[in-house]
């Protein structure tokens, strides 16, 4: 469902992903991990169209997202961390804009619209305005407008950002449940018990190269049945330090 080439970014001399090659298939939910700065959100960025590469490409459900951005873009739903939303229309008026900017038919959108508000808990707030809503809402409202067609992919950025426990939960269950049996579900975390709760893979990013792909056990397994924290930490710890000995002993 999603392809990632060769995929790289580059500010200046600044490397942020270098040849990236990873693939979320259909039927699966992928974990993306990796310290702050590690090329998560650009890599999130480049798959939604926001930001082009330097080189190579992105192709989802078969598509290139810069060749074809309006068509691929017909094909997810996105939550990045910090949602922006209109603050002036209501919940409903957003999610009715969201139905008619993807065609769906008014009917199947009202009742999409009725059961999303009612599963994250905001019947009670539907016709408030956005901007009267507290951060929590809000990524719960642009969880709802993400899933609102029913995407063939899933694409969230940090998703438990200012959830309650019981938002928490309902998502939770929607990363690991989404993808199954034809769709995918892509999410970038630092919650590790999240990545092993939901992701039937997990994909580790480090300076912005892809250092770890497997499920969770058998990246406990390579690892001498480590916790995933503890696999995280080693890898992370290890290739930075390995890159400050370089530096301070360079090679002659």
Same mark, same amino acid.
């Given at each position: 469902?999603?392809?990632?080439?060769?995929?790289?970014?580059?500010?200046?001399?600044?490397?942020?992903?270098?040849?990236?090659?990873?693939?979320? /298939?259909?039927?699966?939910?992928?974990?993306?991990?990796?310290?702050?700065?590690?090329?998560?959100?650009?890599?999130?960025?480049?798959?939604?169209?926001?930001?082009?590469?330097?080189?190579?490409?992105?192709?989802?459900?078969?598509? @290139?997202?810069?060749?074809?951005?309006?068509?691929?873009?017909? &094909?997810?739903?996105?939550?990045?961390?910090?949602?922006? =939303?209109?603050?002036? =229309?209501?919940?409903?008026?957003?999610?009715?804009?969201?139905?008619?900017?993807? &065609?769906?038919?008014? &009917?199947?959108?009202?009742?999409?619209?009725?059961?999303?508000? !009612?599963?994250?808990?905001?019947?009670?707030?539907?016709? !408030?305005?956005?901007?009267?809503?507290?951060?929590?809402?809000?990524?719960? =409202?642009?969880?709802?407008?993400?899933?609102?067609?029913?995407?063939?992919? =899933?694409?969230?950025?940090?998703?438990?950002?200012?959830?309650?426990?019981?938002?928490?939960?309902?998502? &939770?269950?929607?990363?690991?449940?989404?993808?199954?049996?034809?769709?995918?579900?892509?999410?970038?975390?630092?919650?590790?018990?999240?990545?092993?709760?939901?992701?039937?893979?997990?994909?580790?990013? /480090?300076?912005?190269?892809?250092?770890?792909?497997?499920?969770? @056990?058998?990246?406990?397994?390579? /690892?001498?049945?480590?916790?995933?924290?503890?696999?995280?930490?080693?890898?992370?710890? @290890?290739?930075?330090? @390995?890159?400050? !000995?370089?530096?301070?002993?360079?090679?002659?």
């Amino acid at each position: 469902m999603i392809q990632i080439q060769a995929l790289e970014k580059r500010y200046g001399r600044f490397v942020a992903l270098e040849g990236l090659e990873l693939g979320v /298939h259909p039927g699966e939910t992928l974990a993306l991990l990796g310290p702050n700065g590690a090329g998560k959100t650009t890599t999130i960025r480049a798959i939604t169209g926001q930001l082009r590469p330097s080189r190579g490409r992105v192709l989802l459900d078969g598509l @290139d997202v810069w060749r074809h951005p309006v068509a691929a873009k017909r &094909r997810f739903g996105y939550v990045p961390d910090r949602p922006y =939303l209109y603050g002036k =229309l209501s919940a409903v008026e957003l999610l009715r804009f969201v139905g008619r900017l993807y &065609r769906m038919d008014p &009917r199947a959108a009202e009742a999409r619209i009725e059961e999303l508000l !009612a599963e994250f808990r905001l019947e009670r707030f539907a016709s !408030a305005l956005i901007e009267t809503y507290s951060h929590g809402m809000r990524q719960k =409202l642009t969880f709802a407008a993400a899933l609102l067609p029913r995407p063939k992919v =899933l694409i969230v950025d940090e998703p438990m950002v200012g959830l309650d426990p019981v938002a928490a939960r309902t998502v &939770r269950n929607l990363l690991r449940t989404y993808s199954k049996p034809d769709r995918a579900v892509l999410f970038s975390t630092h919650q590790l018990e999240l990545a092993e709760a939901a992701a039937d893979r997990v994909a580790l990013l /480090h300076e912005g190269r892809l250092r770890l792909l497997g499920t969770p @056990d058998e990246v406990r397994r390579q /690892h001498d049945d480590a916790s995933l924290e503890e696999v995280f930490i080693r890898l992370t710890e @290890d290739v930075t330090d @390995d890159a400050s !000995a370089a530096s301070a002993h360079p090679a002659p």
